[in-house]
């Protein structure tokens, strides 16, 4: 009997739902060794998770679509799909997608309900989708694990959800997040063609991470400072978007166009794993200015690598970036401005900064959160 393990998010390179599948799924395996298996819907093109390829897997042959549809069909009808994991103890599923299992206990991962909150950011059908199927998976899964006490709180609110069902679990930056050495830095810094000074902000470029606002923030930075700040009016300073097209970006690059800026903001992409700590540790400055997050990964990030960080005031922000970060609100381009230009006005400030957040981002790990998922399995098992 194996613990199955639904890394989907992880195979299909979904963003922070697919680093939260990898990274806990690592930290389990390397914690509980012969107790898992992994489980994922298999389209052409994907591959097995690098170093994970001795787990038991067992897959199921569609696309992310049709899976999500059949998942639903299945929640409805009460058609139970116990056949695709006859060797199933409990299954967890990391992502907003529970198949209907009647005799397998599930866990459930809950990362936001940000559908709700920001209804306009999302597509037309995935919000009509989470908006009927949620409630639904919500009350079917054996127990709920919530990534932040915010998201603790919307489910109760939203749903009902008595208290006791719902397990907060912090998420936590990857250990290969921590200061690099110069050479690394040299080396990402080329193959990026990057400044020497830099603010980096990183996420899936949607209208929910507020990209927007920061580049008028960023126009207001330069203008308003540029007379009396020669850092600002040397042309050295850039900001820097790492993160792929998300959906609905068309109004971001309208107004990145009509800002004229379009020469002193650098957009890389999606840019690969092993080049972030690098990237962040080669910033002076990580911003992150999103209206909503369920916990907010790259904050802690960021501090782990030694970058100060100035962030949203607004939903799980707070709880995940602690006293070390300085913070603004997400509605304010100014003073998201005034935030940046404190803070890279004051060397001084840096330094307490990157201290307060080395020990902001120690108070977080995988190894814990192994063990306290671990935990969870364990009183789901023992509770049927």
Same mark, same amino acid.
């Given at each position: 009997?194996?613990?199955?393990? @639904?890394?989907?998010?992880?195979?299909?390179?979904?963003?922070?739902?697919?680093?939260?599948?990898?990274?806990?799924?690592?930290?389990?395996?390397?914690?509980?060794?012969?107790?898992?298996?992994?489980?994922?819907?298999?389209?052409?093109?994907?591959?097995?998770?690098?170093?994970?390829?001795?787990?038991?897997?067992?897959?199921?042959?569609?696309?992310?679509?049709?899976?999500?549809?059949?998942?639903?069909?299945?929640?409805?009808?009460?058609?139970?799909?116990?056949?695709?994991?006859?060797?199933?103890?409990?299954?967890?599923?990391?992502?907003?997608?529970?198949?209907?299992?009647?005799?397998?206990?599930?866990?459930?991962?809950?990362?936001?309900?940000?559908?709700?909150?920001?209804?306009?950011?999302?597509?037309?059908?995935?919000?009509?989708?989470?908006?009927?199927?949620?409630?639904?998976?919500?009350?079917?899964?054996?127990?709920?694990?919530?990534?932040?006490?915010?998201?603790?709180?919307?489910?109760?609110?939203?749903?009902?959800?008595?208290?006791?069902?719902?397990?907060?679990?912090?998420?936590?930056? @990857?250990?290969?997040?921590?200061?690099?050495?110069?050479?690394?830095?040299?080396?990402?810094?080329?193959?990026?063609?990057?400044?020497?000074?830099?603010?980096?902000?990183?996420?899936?470029?949607?209208?929910?991470?507020?990209?927007?606002?920061?580049?008028?923030?960023?126009?207001?930075?330069?203008?308003?400072?540029?007379?009396?700040?020669?850092?600002?009016?040397?042309?050295?300073?850039?900001?820097?978007?790492?993160?792929?097209?998300?959906?609905?970006?068309?109004?971001?690059?309208?107004?990145?166009?009509?800002?004229?800026?379009?020469?002193?903001?650098?957009?890389?992409?999606?840019?690969? @794993?092993?080049?972030?700590?690098?990237?962040?540790?080669?910033?002076?400055?990580?911003?992150?200015?999103?209206?909503?997050?369920?916990?907010?990964?790259?904050?802690?990030?960021?501090?782990?690598?030694?970058?100060?960080?100035?962030?949203?005031?607004?939903?799980?922000?707070?709880?995940?970036?602690?006293?070390?970060?300085?913070?603004?609100?997400?509605?304010?381009?100014?003073?998201?401005?005034?935030?940046?230009?404190?803070?890279?006005? @004051?060397?001084?400030?840096?330094?307490?900064?990157?201290?307060?957040?080395?020990?902001?981002?120690?108070?977080?790990?995988?190894?814990?959160?192994?063990?306290?998922?671990?935990?969870?399995?364990?009183?789901?098992?023992?509770?049927?």
């Amino acid at each position: 009997m194996s613990i199955y393990l @639904d890394v989907s998010a992880a195979v299909h390179l979904r963003a922070g739902l697919g680093r939260y599948a990898q990274s806990l799924a690592r930290a389990l395996v390397a914690a509980y060794p012969g107790r898992f298996a992994l489980f994922y819907n298999r389209e052409r093109g994907v591959k097995p998770l690098a170093g994970l390829e001795h787990l038991p897997t067992r897959t199921v042959t569609l696309s992310y679509k049709p899976w999500r549809m059949l998942i639903w069909l299945g929640q409805l009808t009460r058609v139970g799909f116990d056949r695709y994991l006859p060797d199933a103890e409990l299954f967890h599923a990391m992502e907003h997608l529970l198949p209907p299992l009647r005799d397998v206990p599930t866990v459930l991962t809950v990362h936001d309900l940000i559908f709700r909150h920001l209804p306009a950011y999302h597509k037309s059908l995935n919000r009509w989708y989470l908006k009927l199927t949620m409630p639904l998976y919500c009350r079917r899964a054996t127990h709920i694990i919530a990534v932040s006490r915010h998201t603790r709180c919307d489910l109760m609110s939203a749903y009902g959800l008595p208290s006791d069902r719902i397990t907060v679990i912090h998420e936590a930056p @990857d250990p290969h997040f921590r200061p690099q050495p110069v050479e690394e830095i040299r080396r990402v810094r080329g193959k990026y063609t990057l400044p020497e000074h830099f603010i980096l902000s990183l996420g899936t470029i949607e209208p929910r991470k507020n990209y927007g606002r920061l580049i008028e923030a960023f126009s207001w930075l330069k203008h308003e400072h540029q007379s009396a700040n020669r850092w600002l009016n040397t042309g050295g300073w850039k900001l820097v978007i790492c993160g792929g097209k998300g959906w609905l970006y068309q109004s971001f690059f309208r107004r990145l166009e009509e800002s004229g800026l379009g020469r002193e903001v650098i957009l890389l992409g999606r840019v690969p @794993d092993e080049d972030l700590p690098a990237l962040y540790s080669a910033a002076t400055l990580f911003v992150f200015p999103s209206l909503y997050e369920g916990f907010g990964l790259p904050v802690l990030e960021a501090m782990a690598c030694g970058t100060p960080v100035a962030c949203s005031r607004s939903s799980s922000l707070p709880e995940v970036g602690g006293t070390a970060a300085r913070y603004f609100s997400p509605h304010s381009a100014e003073g998201m401005g005034r935030i940046m230009y404190e803070v890279l006005r @004051d060397e001084a400030l840096q330094a307490e900064m990157r201290k307060r957040g080395f020990e902001q981002a120690e108070r977080f790990s995988w190894q814990r959160m192994a063990e306290e998922t671990m935990a969870v399995y364990r009183a789901v098992i023992q509770g049927q």
